[in-house]
C-alpha cells in the first residue's frame, strides 16, 4: 500500500497530463509544496512502521519536490559592464487595506517602469501623486480605462501603446518603451484569469496563445512580456511558451499573511517576466520578491534587466 501511495502521484501525472490535461489536474501538481507535506507524511509512516526502502523513498520523493519549489530571490551574472533599469510588478489586490505601503515602496525605491495588475479605478486615481517620479503612464485616461485593471507607470516616454481586445472580452496592452533617445523595447504587458475551474482555464490559455501568436507575427529585435499570468511555473505549459525568451521565475503567490512573511517553500511562481533579444543586448540580472510591502495576496517583484546598446 505503501509503495503505491509513493508512486501514485507520479503515474497519474505521466498518464494523464499527457492523454487529457485538465485544470484540476494541473493546478495540483503545479503546486510542490502540496507534495512536499505529501511525502513528508508518507516518510513519518514509513519510519513508523520501520520500513527503510520506503522511508529512503519517501525521503528522495521529497527532496526532488523542495528542488521544484521557487525561491524569493534569483541572480544571473549576466550583467557587468551595461546599462542596467528596473522593474516593479505587482498585482495590487482589489481589497488591498495597506496600499499605501506599496505607494512608499514606490517613491522611496523608484524604479524604471511600474507594472501594476487588479487596480480599481480609485487605486489609480492615487498614483497621480506619482507623477513626478513617473511622468509616463498608460491606463486610467477616459479612453483608455484600465484595461483588464492593468496600470502601466515609467520614468521614461511610452509610445504607441494599444490594447489588443480579444474575442472573450481579455485584453493584451503592448507599445514601445524608449529607455533611451535611440533604444527602445517592445512591451507586452497581460492578466490572464485564475483557472478556477475549465472555462476560465481555457480563457487563460487562449490569452497565453493570443500572445504567442502576436509575438511570431509581429517579431521585434527585443521583446518584454510581464504579467500575472496566473500559470506556475511549474506546470507544463509554463515550460513549452516562449522557449526563446528568458525567464527566471520567484515565489510570488499566495502570500498567505500580510503580516508575516510567506516562506517561499509554501507558494509558486505565477508573476512573470519574459525578455528576448535577438542581439543579446539584453539580459535579466534579477528577480527579487519584495516581502515588505503588505496588503496583497500577491508578493510584489523587482526585476533588474540591462542593456549593452546605447
Not at 479612453?143 to 474575442?167: D, E, N, R, W
Not at 513549452?240 to 509558486?268: C, D, G, H, K
Amino acid at each position: 500500500m505503501i509503495w503505491l501511495l509513493l508512486l501514485a502521484p507520479a503515474v497519474i501525472f505521466s498518464t494523464f497530463s499527457q492523454i487529457k490535461p485538465s485544470w484540476w489536474l494541473e493546478n495540483i501538481f503545479a503546486y510542490p509544496a502540496l507534495f512536499i507535506f505529501y511525502y513528508g507524511v508518507l516518510l513519518i509512516f514509513s519510519l513508523i512502521i520501520r520500513d527503510k526502502k520506503s522511508a529512503v523513498a519517501s525521503l528522495i520523493f521529497m527532496m526532488f519536490c523542495f528542488s521544484l519549489a521557487p525561491r524569493h530571490n534569483v541572480s544571473t551574472a549576466t550583467c557587468e559592464n551595461a546599462s542596467k533599469f528596473e522593474i516593479v510588478q505587482f498585482n495590487l489586490y482589489y481589497d488591498n487595506p495597506d496600499i499605501n505601503s506599496y505607494v512608499n515602496e514606490l517613491i522611496q525605491n523608484p524604479a524604471d517602469l511600474v507594472i501594476m495588475q487588479e487596480v480599481s479605478p480609485e487605486m489609480g486615481e492615487m498614483f497621480y501623486m506619482l507623477d513626478d517620479i513617473f511622468p509616463y503612464r498608460y491606463g486610467g485616461q477616459p479612453a483608455i480605462g484600465y484595461p483588464s485593471s492593468q496600470l502601466i507607470l515609467s520614468k521614461y516616454p511610452l509610445h504607441g501603446f494599444s490594447v489588443f481586445h480579444t474575442p472573450d472580452a481579455q485584453n493584451v496592452i503592448s507599445g514601445e518603451w524608449q529607455v533611451t533617445p535611440e533604444n527602445t523595447i517592445h512591451l507586452i504587458t497581460a492578466h490572464p484569469p485564475s483557472p478556477r475551474n475549465k472555462q476560465l482555464w481555457y480563457r487563460r490559455d487562449a490569452l497565453i496563445r493570443t500572445i504567442e501568436a502576436m509575438v511570431e507575427t509581429y517579431p521585434y529585435p527585443d521583446t518584454l512580456i510581464v504579467g500575472d499570468f496566473n500559470l506556475s511555473a511549474n506546470s507544463l505549459l509554463f515550460n513549452r511558451i516562449f522557449s526563446e525568451f528568458q525567464t527566471y521565475p520567484v515565489a510570488s503567490w499566495p502570500n498567505w499573511n500580510p503580516y508575516f512573511q510567506t516562506p517561499a517553500l509554501s507558494m509558486i511562481a505565477i508573476d512573470h517576466l519574459w525578455l528576448k533579444s535577438d542581439t543579446d543586448s539584453w539580459s535579466i540580472c534579477s528577480r527579487k520578491a519584495i516581502t515588505d510591502v503588505k496588503g496583497s495576496d500577491h508578493l510584489m517583484i523587482r526585476t533588474k534587466i540591462s542593456t549593452k546598446k546605447g
